[in-house]
């Protein structure tokens, strides 16, 4: 038993090590139908295309990047609203039918057929919907903090804590919300100085508007039904959860098996909140390699 705490703790350390390596990042732009999306990429490989949520861009994955771009080509996407890619204006920009074809747009722009897409909150919500919609280009499916549509909105049917703690998404929803929003009240969850300076930079450069066009756009609205049907997921998922995430309560996970086709595993994590693979870098890159290599020889 010490053996395997001894050699487990080897494993996360060079996990960790590898994980703040400095690895020089290329940089890209994509076009999705007149949209410019600016991405990061390193490594060589299967595709694998990173998509964050909010209020983030593509330096949430920084500690992910270098441990996958050893086995696979990594593409972290600063989404449409966010940082350096354009920033579209009205609600209807924000659609999912849009965001989803802005990863079509990633895996055709790096000629793939397919690719494993990994997303954390709004990136999660785009990644299901794109693995529903796109079979055809989803090779597998990492979901981090973002039930699957019909476990959150039976969830906020159901549960009246999940939709007191969802109050949040309506107050977003509201037409003057971003008037109410500064970047500087978008950092709270970054916890090194230096990072958050290089989140408010790329708040500044956002807009707040785009950003809560996601909501407007996408998240479900009172009065909640369940009576909306999602195609079946028919790719392999891992979904990765903090259990102290406020936002999105561990009831919505329940029953995620019975709408996918293929093997499910879930990794809960119960010292981590919503940003997940910040609260626990090694533990989800460990999870990660794992779980994306598991077939390789």
Known sequence: MLRKILCMAVVVG??????HADEPLAEGFVDSDGVKLHYV??????????????PDFSYTW???????????????????????SDQPVGVEQ??????????????????????T???????GA?????????????????ILNLPHPRGLL??????????????YARTFQQPEAAAALRPELLVFWVKEEADRRVYLDALKRSSLEGMLNYYKAN?????????????????????????KDQYLLPGALNDTWKWIEKDFTLVTIPEAGHFVHRDATAQVNATLLQWLTRDKK
């Open 62 to 84: 920084r500690d992910q990047i270098p441990v996958l771009a050893r086995h696979f080509q990594v593409v972290a996407l600063d989404m449409r609203g966010y940082n350096k």
């Open 94 to 115: 924000y659609a999912m039918d849009k965001l989803t074809a802005d990863v079509a747009a990633v895996v055709a722009h790096f000629k793939q057929d397919k690719a």
């Open 14 to 19: 060079l996990l960790t090590a590898v994980a």
């Open 41 to 54: 990429t390193a490594g060589q490989g299967p595709l694998v295309v990173l998509l964050h949520g909010f």
């Open 219 to 243: 998240y479900p609205r009172e009065p909640y039904a369940e009576d909306q049907e999602f195609p079946p997921v028919k790719c392999s998922v891992l979904m990765i959860h903090g259990l």
């Open 117 to 123: 897409i990994v997303g954390h909150d709004w990136g």
């Open 154 to 167: 039976r969830e906020l049917v159901h549960n009246p804590e999940q939709r007191k703690n969802s109050q």
């Open 126 to 142: 785009v990644a299901w919907a794109f693995a529903m919609k796109y079979p055809e280009k989803t090779e597998r499916l990492v």
